[in-house]
């Protein structure tokens, strides 16, 4: 496929350098959006807790975590109806079954990809969209963890009782169902944190087999694909334009962070209506390793001349054959794919006092 590198597209987004901090791999880190636009709001207080578990998530402590969350609720007054999940998909399965109250929470114990399943579960079963979600991290990347600042199972429980909250925005994603090779139709999830197709998403394929190394696989990983230096095809659309040429990959974010806590996306807010992407254009091994260095220093890749970060409401990939798509942390899907985002959609707990 030829380069289409003169072709119309939309004007990247300009980042501003803190000048206040210091220089590294040549650049200033950029200035990073506010996590949230709008101040929280303080809700009703918390009196029916819907407990959804992943007993696998991190370090199979999911179980563990969910009953001293269970204990540390009951101890304040609070019902909670509790549920674990035994396999992938599980949870939207459990999720849409459950008949709520509106003023009930809907509370997830485990990483990223658990509280995707949830929320999808949820927002497939009930035409009420402003529903209230609270997250106990039990995962190994918690990224939505990282920009909620939630840290232990203790906090998590104080921020549903406290039921301050915030909108979060989600994303509608359709895609084929199951990685290229195994895919069976279509399916619909709605993503919360992030979507990611090429270098990544091979990079975390193979981090998948090394689950035992802890968070440092996801390093690992991204230098195996790295290596590997694939030729990846796309067309890409954004709000309507069209983008087709040789990628390395695509991060589309709704949050800061992403795998090891990586700042992927410094300009995104998760209430703003609108998601990122960044746009790794074709890159030489060398400039490959260079814009990930550039990422793990706070963010900097976005100054890679490799790179372009754009806004958007609607966006879809197309490939000539079938490619991975890792949603919310899961490789779940393929191309081709499409996007739009679901402004200001749920509600989630969060810190915060009067």
Not at 52 to 62: E, H
Not at 77 to 90: A, K, L, P, R
Not at 113 to 119: D, Y
Request: glycine share 10%.
């Amino acid at each position: 496929m030829p380069s289409d590198e003169n072709a119309e597209r939309p004007t990247p987004l300009d980042f501003q350098p803190d000048q206040s901090s210091k220089m590294k791999k040549g650049v200033h880190k950029p200035h990073y959006a506010p996590v949230f636009t709008q101040k929280s709001k303080k809700g009703k207080a918390t009196k029916r807790v819907h407990m959804l578990v992943n007993p696998y998530s991190g370090k199979k402590k999911g179980r563990q975590t969910a009953e001293l969350a269970k204990s540390l609720l009951e101890a304040q007054g609070v019902e909670v109806n509790i549920h674990f999940s035994t396999y992938s998909g599980h949870l939207i399965e459990i999720a849409s079954e459950i008949k709520a109250k509106a003023s009930d929470v809907f509370a997830v114990v485990g990483g990223d990809g658990s509280l995707s399943e949830v929320i999808t579960g949820r927002m497939q079963a009930t035409s009420e969209k402003d529903e209230l979600f609270g997250l106990i991290p039990a995962g190994t990347g918690n990224s939505m963890a990282a920009d909620l600042a939630i840290g232990t199972t203790e906090e998590a429980v104080t921020h549903i009782l406290q039921g301050r909250h915030q909108a979060l925005d989600l994303a509608k994603v359709e895609m084929g169902n199951g990685l290229p090779g195994a895919v069976e139709g279509t399916t619909t999830r709605y993503s919360h944190n992030l979507v990611t197709w090429g270098l990544g998403v091979d990079s975390t394929l193979k981090a998948e087999k090394m689950r035992w190394m802890g968070p440092i696989r996801y390093d690992v990983g991204i230098v195996m694909a790295i290596m590997a230096n694939n030729r990846r095809q796309a067309t890409l659309c954004v709000d309507g334009v069209e983008m087709k040429d040789d990628y390395t990959l695509f991060l589309i974010q709704n949050s800061q962070t992403g795998g090891s806590l990586l700042p992927l996306a410094p300009g995104a807010s998760l209430d703003d209506g609108i998601m990122d992407i960044g746009i790794l254009k074709k890159m030489t091994r060398r400039d490959v390793f260079k814009a990930f260095g550039m990422l793990k220093a706070e963010g900097r890749h976005v100054f890679h001349p490799r790179v372009d970060y754009h806004r958007f409401t609607t966006l879809s990939i197309e490939t000539p054959e079938p490619s991975a798509i890792n949603v919310d942390g899961e490789n779940i899907g393929s191309t081709p794919l499409s996007m739009k985002v679901l402004p200001r959609a749920v509600r989630v707990c969060v810190p915060g006092s009067e």
